[in-house]
């Protein structure tokens, strides 16, 4: 795949090692990329992301049978999202989904095309359906609301956008989280734009005729918005219920797909070994923790590791702030300590999946065989 257009740009810098290496990571002015994009005002190239067609008569009830969403009868142009989870309920791919009536168009994670596909084609048997990667003939572009006026693609008459469903619980879904949600607020959109047409949106961008914001300005709404996104949120152990990914991305009263046992164990009857919280951090140290930098928690007089940075941002607003992945049971009035290289930074939670998160279903608790009860 060939360079961005957008790389080109004055001021275009992209960061080593960021998430979203191939595009842009900023212009220069993070926090005014970032104003102007969450008031529709910009764009974002997202050229790097993958782009996947299923084809045939049998690509709804085929994804639908594996996917951890409804999409038996997914309308044309209507926005989903899905997991396709492994045998024991952990999350191996997350997709974007959009139909226009003959094609399932597949918006991933940069760099998953390869494993998605050939875990795809795996799957196939005997049914008509056909996996092909167009992330070469695709690009990718975020947008806030409405966004301006991009030369967007078509296909069978549907045009090639999809609008994140995290703004509210989906139905099927659940949403742990209590209390107001930021998610309300989270008018974000991905749209599909011919590859040969990035040169001149990008053009556009140059001439002054459109703003354009850097993938960190994406991140830092993102991440304010407590949207998880499979590249940082998930690891090897990941079940969906940590991160709150019921709310747009489960329907909890589909019949049967890979790791649906887990899904409806840990919601009805369990809870989820790790929760997601929002951490924010003291910004005197002026520097922000990197993925996988270790949160610690105190323990007596010692401290302990309870979990891990996966998303770490200056939000024009809120400051520095994170999204970490702690363990269940850790106090949520607990303050706790992110470990930077050998620099510490004091962090705060804000609870997104509460400790209590699970066990909807309200089994009473039977008293063990030869134990007493209350009474």
């Given at each position: 795949?060939?360079?961005?257009?957008?790389?080109?740009?004055?001021?275009?810098?992209?960061?080593?090692?960021?998430?979203?290496?191939?595009?842009?990571?900023?212009?220069?002015?993070?926090?005014?990329?970032?104003?102007?994009?969450?008031?529709?005002?910009?764009?974002?190239?997202?050229?790097?992301?993958?782009?996947?067609?299923?084809?045939?008569?049998?690509?709804?009830?085929?994804?639908?049978?594996?996917?951890?969403?409804?999409?038996?009868?997914?309308?044309?142009?209507?926005?989903?999202?899905?997991?396709?989870?492994?045998?024991?309920?952990?999350?191996?791919?997350?997709?974007?989904?959009?139909?226009?009536?003959?094609?399932?168009?597949?918006?991933?994670?940069?760099?998953?095309?390869?494993?998605?596909?050939?875990?795809?084609?795996?799957?196939?048997?005997?049914?008509?359906?056909?996996?092909?990667d167009r992330t070469a003939d695709y690009g990718t572009i975020g947008v806030m609301g409405?966004?301006?006026?991009?030369?967007?693609?078509?296909?069978?008459?549907?045009?090639?956008?999809?609008?994140?469903?995290?703004?509210?619980?989906?139905?099927?879904?659940?949403?742990?989280?209590?209390?107001?949600?930021?998610?309300?607020?989270?008018?974000?959109?991905?749209?599909?734009?011919?590859?040969?047409?990035?040169?001149?949106?990008?053009?556009?961008?140059?001439?002054?005729?459109?703003?354009?914001?850097?993938?960190?300005?994406?991140?830092?709404?993102?991440?304010?918005?407590?949207?998880?996104?499979?590249?940082?949120?998930?690891?090897?152990?990941?079940?969906?219920?940590?991160?709150?990914?019921?709310?747009?991305?489960?329907?909890?009263?589909?019949?049967?797909?890979?790791?649906?046992?887990?899904?409806?164990?840990?919601?009805?009857?369990?809870?989820?070994?790790?929760?997601?919280?929002?951490?924010?951090?003291?910004?005197?140290?002026?520097?922000?923790?990197?993925?996988?930098?270790?949160?610690?928690?105190?323990?007596?007089?010692?401290?302990?590791?309870?979990?891990?940075?996966?998303?770490?941002?200056?939000?024009?607003?809120?400051?520095?702030?994170?999204?970490?992945?702690?363990?269940?049971?850790?106090p949520a009035d607990l303050e706790l300590v992110v470990l930077r290289d050998e620099t510490?930074?004091?962090?705060?939670?804000?609870?997104?999946?509460?400790?209590?998160?699970?066990?909807?279903?309200?089994?009473?608790?039977?008293?063990?065989?030869?134990?007493?009860?209350?009474?």
């Amino acid at each position: 795949m060939s360079e961005s257009p957008f790389l080109r740009l004055p001021g275009a810098i992209e960061l080593p090692d960021a998430v979203d290496s191939g595009v842009p990571s900023h212009y220069g002015s993070p926090n005014i990329e970032q104003r102007r994009l969450e008031a529709g005002e910009a764009i974002v190239d997202l050229s790097n992301r993958a782009v996947i067609t299923v084809t045939g008569a049998d690509r709804l009830s085929w994804i639908h049978s594996m996917a951890s969403q409804d999409l038996a009868r997914l309308a044309p142009g209507v926005s989903a999202e899905a997991l396709f989870l492994g045998p024991q309920g952990r999350l191996e791919h997350a997709v974007k989904i959009v139909d226009d009536g003959q094609t399932m168009w597949l918006l991933a994670e940069p760099d998953s095309a390869p494993p998605l596909i050939d875990w795809l084609e795996r799957m196939k048997f005997a049914l008509r359906v056909e996996v092909a990667d167009r992330t070469a003939d695709y690009g990718t572009i975020g947008v806030m609301g409405d966004g301006p006026e991009l030369p967007v693609a078509v296909s069978n008459g549907v045009p090639l956008r999809w609008n994140d469903p995290w703004k509210a619980v989906t139905a099927g879904g659940w949403q742990y989280a209590t209390g107001a949600h930021p998610g309300i607020d989270w008018q974000w959109a991905e749209v599909l734009v011919p590859r040969t047409e990035l040169a001149s949106v990008a053009a556009r961008v140059r001439s002054g005729e459109l703003r354009a914001a850097g993938s960190l300005a994406a991140e830092a709404l993102r991440v304010a918005a407590w949207r998880p996104r499979q590249a940082t949120e998930v690891d090897e152990k990941t079940i969906p219920h940590e991160l709150d990914w019921l709310r747009s991305a489960v329907h909890l009263h589909k019949g049967c797909y890979r790791g649906q046992e887990t899904i409806a164990k840990v919601h009805n009857l369990g809870h989820p070994p790790r929760r997601v919280v929002m951490l924010h951090l003291d910004g005197s140290e002026s520097a922000l923790p990197d993925h996988g930098d270790r949160v610690l928690a105190p323990k007596g007089d010692e401290e302990r590791e309870v979990g891990h940075i996966t998303t770490a941002v200056m939000h024009h607003e809120l400051g520095p702030v994170a999204l970490a992945v702690i363990k269940r049971a850790v106090p949520a009035d607990l303050e706790l300590v992110v470990l930077r290289d050998e620099t510490r930074i004091a962090a705060a939670q804000q609870v997104i999946v509460p400790t209590d998160a699970g066990a909807t279903a309200g089994v009473p608790r039977l008293p063990r065989i030869g134990g007493r009860t209350r009474g």
